[in-house]
Every structure is written in structure tokens, then in C-alpha cells.
């Protein structure tokens, strides 16, 4: 099977002259999907209120996707997650999925170890920002 990438395109701001942003993200290519609980990503949203180490904002303009998507599901909207954990950056690509909710779609930086991705991890790394902010830095949650 073809390795599929996503390229998020964010909206460009003013002061860099229309040049849209991109991350791209390598696909999990798991069988089963990676659900992500909607009350996780509500408190991630909640915790940006008060706590300045996690932002949220609207800014995903678009998601493009390379490779082989003839069996990909179709997704209604996109997140995206960073944060910094032990000096190493990482990132999530959420999409919601009809019937489904939210599942784990893309990782960046690519180099990341996919083998490791399991339900259990991620859960655990989530739960652990939510509960454990101030073991991560630059958390940000960015939706379409």
C-alpha cells in the first residue's frame, strides 16, 4: 500500500503576505482506528481558557491528501494537536468521522515510531496533558 501524507494548510495572516502555512502529517495506517474521546478534546478547549501553556484557535484552512485514499474514510473536520513533551516536538491529525467521533489520523514529525501508536498511549499522553500540563509545553489545538 501507497504511504499517504496530509498536508494541513493553515490561513495565512496578513503580516506574511498571503504565504499559507503547511504541516504535513504521515498517515497511522492502522486497522483499527485510534478513537479520541470528545471530553478529552473539550477539556484541552476548556483548559486554554485559564491556563497560558495550551492555545486554541480556529486556523486549519484546508487538509490535502497524497497517496492511496481509495479505502480512507471521509472526514467532516479536522484537528490538530502540538505540544512539546521532553524537549521533543510532536503533532496529531484528528479527524471526525461520521458514526465514529474522532479518531487519530496523522503524526508528525515523521520520524516517530508508528509501531507505538496504540490506543492506550495515546489515551495516556492525552489524559497526561490534561492532568500533567506542566510536564508539556507549547500545547496548541487548532481546528478547521
Known amino acids: ?35 479520541i474521546p ?3 478534546i473539550l477539556e484541552l478547549k476548556n483548559l486554554s ?10 486556523n486549519i484552512e484546508e ?3 497524497v497517496g492511496n485514499v481509495e479505502t480512507k474514510l471521509k472526514y467532516n473536520y ?15 491529525l484528528i479527524g471526525n468521522v461520521k458514526n465514529l467521533g474522532d479518531i487519530l489520523i496523522g503524526v508528525w514529525p515523521f520520524n516517530q515510531l508508528l509501531s ?8 495516556e499522553i492525552y489524559n497526561n496533558i490534561i492532568k500533567n500540563t506542566e510536564k508539556f509545553s507549547n500545547i496548541c489545538l487548532i481546528s478547521q
Open 1 to 35: 500500500m501507497d504511504s499517504i501524507i496530509y498536508k494541513v494548510i493553515f490561513k495565512a495572516f496578513e503580516q506574511l503576505e498571503n504565504r499559507n502555512l503547511t504541516l504535513s502529517f504521515k498517515d497511522l495506517n492502522v486497522k483499527n482506528p485510534i478513537t
Open 38 to 40: 470528545a471530553k478529552l
Open 49 to 58: 481558557i485559564k491556563n497560558n501553556n495550551i492555545i486554541s484557535f480556529q
Open 63 to 65: 487538509v490535502i491528501v
Open 78 to 92: 479536522y484537528l490538530v494537536i502540538l505540544f512539546t513533551s521532553n524537549g521533543e516536538k510532536q503533532g496529531h
Open 116 to 123: 507505538n501508536m496504540t490506543s492506550e498511549i495515546i489515551h
